[in-house]
């Protein structure tokens, strides 16, 4: 959303060059978007949280000024964190930043070309919705949505807008996850069969903020807008700032970790979401009051929709009781692994001679070889400095923004993650299969729709 003046000076340019236009092969638009490259973009922040100031933040810094970007606001509904995030803005941009008690003032600031949302894992779609009908572009952390209702709504309305959105699954913008992806869709490492994801930590202060908690009274924010629409439950600033471990704030492990990697499954694959999903597991070590999992297994079932024949399984384990945070990927083919935690394509565990032979087959062994020479190694922490990965992803939202061409993760990316996601938490939440049914677009419970 430009100002009048800038919309003003941008109309006169284009006007004025109207008559040569033609002879340079370009369109009035794609004239517009060149003239667009001298404006400064405009950006707000939704929500001041600690991945945006440890991540976010640091990745956006290292682009800004050479692609004309600028902060310039700051939504957050507790006083304390808005105060937080303009001090803090203040001191790396050098101007003053406005602060917004809530979305509504950010977006009558009228002058907001972009935002990043940074927000509650519930409130992801729903904050991405209110950007793209005030005409602005959006950079919005995964999960994109917790619930179907929230994904459709989403998906619609960014499908229907002209504006630029990028789900923060930062692997999308990996040189190494890029070259397994083509790697796969190229053909050469066969079909899956197989794909091992983990995510381990032993914290047992993780997703919890209990400074924060002794911090926060309810007369300081605004606790009816932050459930959205949530179920009303009483005041609890534990959901507020340890919403990571509560039910329906969050669905924990499949949201927050889980979202990443099944996403990479989607990528290289080309498949949309599982056709079955079953979970176990339990509150095993961190007995705190919490509602999400400590420990979780769940196992998918991936292929083509109607043919049972063709597929593979996908088993995603997380635990943090026990763990180094080094999150695992592997996928597996008849002829070896690709792990993207080496980088390496190898024979390990191949169809070898001998085995083969036996059953007059011939043997079946991928070469030895490095995916890529840029180790981007996956920064599992919330306080990652800007890290490789999502300094690249950052900078891949800000030039697409000027390009008006399709990010590394758009709006389809956090739809099919989100299927993956609600489909695991049904299961969790249930005890039961859950798959997804194409016609209606919900997730499936013993032929009922998934809810809270």
């Known amino acids: 959303m ?12 284009i006007a004025a060059a109207g008559t040569y236009m033609g002879t340079m092969g370009l369109s009035a638009k794609s004239y517009g978007n060149i003239i667009g490259a001298n404006d400064r973009v405009r950006v707000g922040v939704v929500g001041f949280s600690d991945r945006f100031a440890g991540s976010l933040l640091p990745s956006f810094l290292n682009h800004h000024k050479e692609l004309n ?10 006083n304390y964190r808005r105060n937080l995030g303009v001090d803090l803005l203040k001191t790396k941009f050098g101007h003053d930043i406005t602060a917004c008690r809530n979305n509504d003032e950010l977006y009558n600031l009228k002058d907001i070309d972009a935002v990043i949302v940074s927000t509650a894992d ?44 990028q789900i923060g699954s930062q692997r999308r913008s990996g040189g190494n996850y890029k070259a397994a992806s083509k790697f796969i869709q190229d053909g050469k490492f066969g079909d899956i069969t197989m794909v091992e994801l983990s995510w381990n930590v032993n914290q ?7 400074e924060l908690v002794a911090k926060l009274k309810q007369e300081d924010t605004d606790w009816k807008r932050f459930l959205i629409n949530r179920p009303f439950e009483e005041w609890d600033p534990r959901k507020y700032l340890e919403y990571r471990l509560f039910w329906p704030y969050s669905s924990g492990m499949p949201g927050q970790w889980m ?47 109607n043919d049972a024949q063709n597929g593979f399984q996908v088993v995603f384990t997380s635990r943090m009781h026990n763990g180094d945070e080094n999150p695992a990927e592997i996928y597996y083919s008849n002829g070896g692994e690709l792990n993207l935690n080496t980088n390496m394509v190898s024979p390990k565990g191949g169809l070898k001679e ?39 992803h950052m900078r891949n939202w800000m030039e697409c923004i000027r390009s008006r061409e399709q990010t590394n993760a758009p709006v389809e990316a956090g739809y099919y993650h989100s299927i993956a996601n609600i489909m695991t938490n049904a299961a969790v939440r249930t005890g039961k299969k859950a798959i997804f049914d194409e016609a209606t677009q919900e997730v499936m419970v013993d032929g009922k729709v998934f809810k809270y």
């Open 2 to 13: 430009l100002s009048s003046r800038r919309k003003f000076i941008k109309q006169s340019a």
């Open 69 to 78: 970007f600028d902060m310039v606001a700051v939504s957050d509904l507790w």
């Open 122 to 165: 519930f409130q992801h779609a729903v904050h991405a919705i209110e950007a793209i009908k005030a005409k602005c572009d959006v950079y919005c952390e995964k999960p994109f949505a917790e619930t179907m209702e929230d994904a459709r709504a989403a998906l619609k309305a960014v499908k229907e807008s002209k504006q630029i959105l």
């Open 204 to 210: 047992p202060g993780r997703w919890r903020r209990p």
């Open 259 to 305: 979202s990443h990697q099944i996403d990479t499954v989607h990528w290289f694959t080309g498949l949309k979401h599982p056709r079955s999903v079953v979970a176990n597991g339990g509150i095993y070590q961190w007995k705190d009051g919490r509602r999400n999992w400590d420990t979780t297994t769940a196992v998918f079932d991936y292929g083509k929709e």
């Open 354 to 392: 001998n085995a083969a032979k036996a059953m007059k087959l011939p043997p079946n062994l991928l070469p030895e070889l490095k995916l890529t020479d840029m180790m981007e190694k996956v920064v599992a922490s919330a306080n990652t400095g800007g890290d490789k990965l999502t300094s690249a």
